[in-house]
């Protein structure tokens, strides 16, 4: 294991200590799992030298614990607020995926952020682990805007949110009802419960939803009688002939060093993996419902233009009142939006988050 280290240094003393945890943001690559690709700028355990971090925890609105990675830029001075943005990891991912990643270019900018944890996943609370459960997952957004807007270096009145995969549907779900986040980005987006309602392209008929259901009831009474938990969907560990473009490119991410993270204490054989009885949670899940209720705050949608799930980003975009924006990237999948540095928008997210929150 390689460990890379951030900065401790205590943001000009403005952090209250009770606040901050004892250790910093690490990021881990696994150097003994097989390389990915690594083209295009990717650098998923990138550490910025113009930033200082620490990993905090806060509570949520059911006193459920959620961790961040919150970065600062260096340049902050004595007294100063500065707008702040949350940022979401990929579905099945955790902050040291992606998120931390997105908040360390964005810190370099002049925010402050905080990539964090869902709940169940990586350091956030949450049993049994890789439990799904969209509502306390928007919910932690809120409590990340709790968070920042009690700090006495950030504008309450200008925090906005990067939503990366299905972080993306999560984000919109809490916005809507939590005025407070300003301005909201996602970037290849996963609608989670279109995705598991319909499939990509509606691939999934509503027989084999309602099968999907039945076996989730059934393997209840499994675990109820104290049987083993089972896991589904996520990233397949083994690659063969059969295997699809779309998990190869998952696969690429989340099994290699390119980007494989697990949180220490958890079990590397359920990573990117939902329990079974909880990931139908995701049927009754509509975070496109009522965008309405976003406007006049503004959206931008980021997709590439050969990503398996455009789809989600063009339905929201059709379905959002303005101001919003769907911006497509040329050449690039979904996961390349993760963390090919090259390929990211960096800049269109910058130019998105000055116009809309004032710095």
Sequence with gaps: MALLGLSVLGFGGLAAAADIAEHAPHLIADATLPPGDMSRGADNFYVSDK???????????????????????????????????????????????????????????GYVTLAIDLPYWGESEGMPRNSVNPDTYAEAFSAAADYLGTRDFVDRDNMGVIGICGSGSFAISAAKIDPRLKAIATVSMYNMGDANRHGLHHSVSLEQ????????????????????????????????????????????????????????????????????????????FYPFNDLDLISPRPMLFIAGANAHSREFSEDAYRLASEPKELYIVPNAGHVDLYDRTDVIPFGKLTQFFNHYLKN
């Design 51 to 109: 930033v200082d971090g620490k990993t905090v925890t806060f509570t949520d609105i059911y006193d459920m614990k959620v961790a961040g990675n919150l970065f600062v830029p260096k340049t902050l001075k004595a007294g100063q607020k500065l707008p702040a943005i949350i940022v979401g990891h990929p579905m099945g991912a955790v902050k040291e995926q992606s998120a931390s990643l997105y908040a360390q270019k964005m810190a370099e900018q």
């Design 209 to 284: 939803r309602k099968a999907i259901i039945a076996q989730a009831a059934q393997q209840r009474y499994v675990e109820f009688e104290g049987g083993e938990r089972q896991y589904t969907s996520g990233t397949t560990h083994e690659l063969t002939e059969d295997t699809d473009p779309i998990q190869r490119e998952f696969y690429d991410y989340y099994r290699t060093s390119r980007g494989s993270y697990t949180t220490p204490g958890e079990d590397p054989a359920h990573t990117t993996h939902p329990t079974l009885t909880t990931n139908v949670k995701f049927m009754n």
